[in-house]
Structure formats: C-alpha cells, structure tokens
C-alpha cells in the first residue's frame, strides 16, 4: 500500500500511546497509531508539542471490563462489591468515573487492584480477581485462548454504557506534516486502503499478521481482528458518516467524560488534538474544522460535515478521494462554499444531488470554489 504512494515505511514497536506520543514529538517517528485520549491529556501539559491526530481509526474505544460470570457478574451493575484488577498504565480506568456515574454504580463499592498487565488475564482466570479492565479484543480473546470457556465470559464493553470515547488515531509529528504534506495524504490513503482490504478479507489479514509473529496463532489472530471491526473499527456511526473522522457534539461529550478524572489545566487542550489542514477530504469532521478555524481567525463554516480545505488544497484530488474512499454508493448532497474577501468562507448558493458517489467527481470543480459538504440526500 504505501509502496504505490512512493512512500518507504518501516515499523517500530513502542510501549504504549505515551511512548508512541513521545517518539513522534522527539521527531524520532513520524507518524504513530495511539489511543486519542492519551493525547487529549498529553496537550495539557506545558509546552506540549503540537502533535495532530489526522485520522481516527477506533470509531469506539476498546475499553472494557472483562469479568467471569461464574463470579456472579453479567452487567456492569454486577460489578458493585467485587474485586477489580487494573493493569499498570492502563487507560480504560481513567474513564471509569465517568461509566460508574452514568450508570448509577459507587466506585467506592468497587475494590481495584492494581496488578501487572502481564499478569491480568492469567489473575482473572485463576480466579485471583473477579474482573479485570483492558481492551475487549485482547483481554476477552487472551481469556479463551487461556480456556476460559467463552460463555462464562462476560465482555462489558464501555461502548455499550454510554462511554463516548474514541479510540486509536494515527498521529504526525507536525514539523514533517508542514515539509511534506503529500507523504502525510499518501500515508492515510495507505492506511484507509489497508483498512478496507482487511474489512473485505480478514482471514488474509490475519495470515499477514501471524507472518510476522513468533509462534503466531492465525485462529487468534482472525477473531481478534473480527472482534477489532465488527466493535471498533466498523460501526453504525461509519457505516452511515465514513471512516477516519469525528461528530464534534460527540467528541465534546467523550472530552467531558474525561473531565470527570482529569482536571485539565489548559483550555486550548480540548481542541488541540485535532488538525484538518494535513489531512485529506473527510478524514475530518467539522469539530475539528473548528479547532483549527477558532485558532486562524476563521468563520463562516458550515455545520455539515467538512470536505476540502484550504484554499490551497485541490478540489480535483480532494472530491476524488471523498468519493471513492469515504462515501458509499447512494445519493449525495454536496454544498459548495466561496471565498469572497478576507479570510472567511462565506455561504455558497450551489447544490446538487448526485445520483451517485462516483458522480462526485464532476461536480467538485466550481470555479473559485471549494467543497464545503457531503452528506446523504
């Protein structure tokens, strides 16, 4: 995938979101995939680099709580009065506030037992802890990999509790952003072609995977990755918005739930994380058009989802890429805006309805215009 965008891309593994976050600002990666609301909290520390989420991966967070039923645990509700093993550095705990609020649980009936991640699913399963926190396609999967027959498992996903959150994004240190914006479009093509090619075949996936695994287990890995698409990746919000972005009103609420065990101290921070300027089309949203506009002086932007910016972005490139990559085969209704003074985009007049995705390309070129949005008709 990336070789077709002249782009030569080597791999590193690192120990976390916060390593991850770390190598890219240090500018020894370039791009990383992290859990965004470790970098939400990352920008709220002094003098943070301004590292950018470019495209959201995890539609929904991971994060869960895995449990044994056997321990009298089928709902989040039976978790009051048992014992929780929390894995160190683990982020779905700092969201657990928040999920106990909203559903009526006292965190203070709940025992939590900090314990090593390595450590986690061996603990829960010899009955050491009644449930433990951590990623629902790791924890749950390694569970029955471990025996743990599936219908004594209980997966309480923190999704399905009202848990707002999202979850991995690709990141870009922003000094190579500014040099090479292409490389960084070229980059999330890749990754958003990637994406689709193992939605449409997990089992090769899975085998490219296990290839590059010691002792790798294919069965393992193919339910881990269909747990990963049916609960993270594809969801109803993508199916019916397309991938890579955001809804602002959501993203706000995920940055309150957050809130609730995190007292930030910057408020420039709950708009960093976002920045479309590098990113290609819809791989953004208008939350995070509005960031970045809020920062530049700007106005004037619809409330409808944002397709190409800036004024120096190609339309041509910009709506060809919506249409073949973001956008399913229905029709579409495209609004255009303009620039007629200063450094506002001001209303445009023009609309259609396209009979179709494809058809978009045609219809992205008014001249002197730029595409402001896309959505169903």
Same mark, same amino acid.
């Given at each position: 995938m990336f070789g077709s965008e002249g782009l030569a891309v080597t791999t590193n593994i690192a120990s976390g979101s916060q390593d991850a976050i770390a190598r890219v600002a240090a500018g020894t990666s370039d791009f990383a995939l992290v859990d965004i609301n470790a970098l939400i909290r990352f920008h709220d520390r002094p003098n943070a680099a301004p590292i950018k989420a470019v495209f959201v991966l995890f539609n929904q967070s991971p994060y869960a709580i895995?449990?044994?039923?056997?321990? #009298?645990?089928?709902?989040?509700?039976d978790i009051e009065g048992?014992?929780?093993?929390? #894995?160190?550095?683990d982020l779905s705990i700092r969201l657990w506030p928040a999920l106990a609020r909203q559903n009526g649980i006292k965190i203070a009936s709940v025992k939590q037992n900090s314990i090593s991640a390595a450590v986690r699913e061996p603990m829960l399963s010899a009955g050491q802890v009644d449930a433990v926190t951590g990623f629902s396609y790791l924890s749950g999967v390694n569970l029955r990999d471990r025996g743990v027959p599936a219908e004594d498992l209980a997966v309480l996903r923190f999704a399905d509790y009202g848990c707002e959150a999202y979850g991995f994004s690709v990141i870009v240190n922003p000094a190579f952003a500014a040099a090479k914006p292409e490389a960084v479009k070229g980059f999330l093509r890749s990754v958003i072609a990637g994406t689709h090619l193992a939605i449409k075949d997990p089992g090769r996936a899975a085998d490219e995977v296990v290839s590059r695994m010691d002792d790798g287990s294919r069965d393992l890995e193919l339910e881990r990755l269909d747990t990963v698409i049916r609960d993270n990746i594809l969801t109803s919000e993508v199916k019916r918005d397309g991938i890579g972005g955001i809804d602002p009103a959501r993203l706000e609420r995920s940055i309150d739930?957050?809130?609730?065990?995190?007292?930030?101290?910057?408020?420039?921070?709950?708009?960093d994380p976002l920045s479309p300027p590098a990113c290609p089309c819809s791989a953004f949203t208008r939350a995070s058009f509005i960031c970045w506009a809020k920062r530049h002086g700007w106005a004037g932007f619809s409330p409808a989802p944002i397709c190409c910016w800036p004024a120096r972005s190609s339309p041509s490139r910009c709506c060809s890429a919506a249409s073949s990559m973001f956008f399913p085969a229905t029709r579409l209704r495209v609004r255009w805006l303009r620039r007629p003074r200063g450094r506002?985009?001001?209303? #445009?007049?023009?609309?259609?309805?396209?009979?179709?995705?494809?058809?978009?390309?045609?219809?992205?070129?008014?001249?002197?215009?730029?595409?402001?949005?896309v959505r169903p008709c």
């Open positions: 895995v449990a044994r039923k056997n321990r #009298g645990i089928h709902a989040l509700s048992k014992n929780l093993g929390v #894995g160190e550095g739930q957050i809130a609730e065990d995190f007292k930030f101290q910057r408020s420039t921070a709950r708009c506002c985009w001001g209303p #445009g007049r023009r609309s259609a309805c396209l009979p179709s995705a494809a058809a978009l390309r045609s219809h992205c070129m008014p001249t002197g215009w730029r595409t402001d949005s």
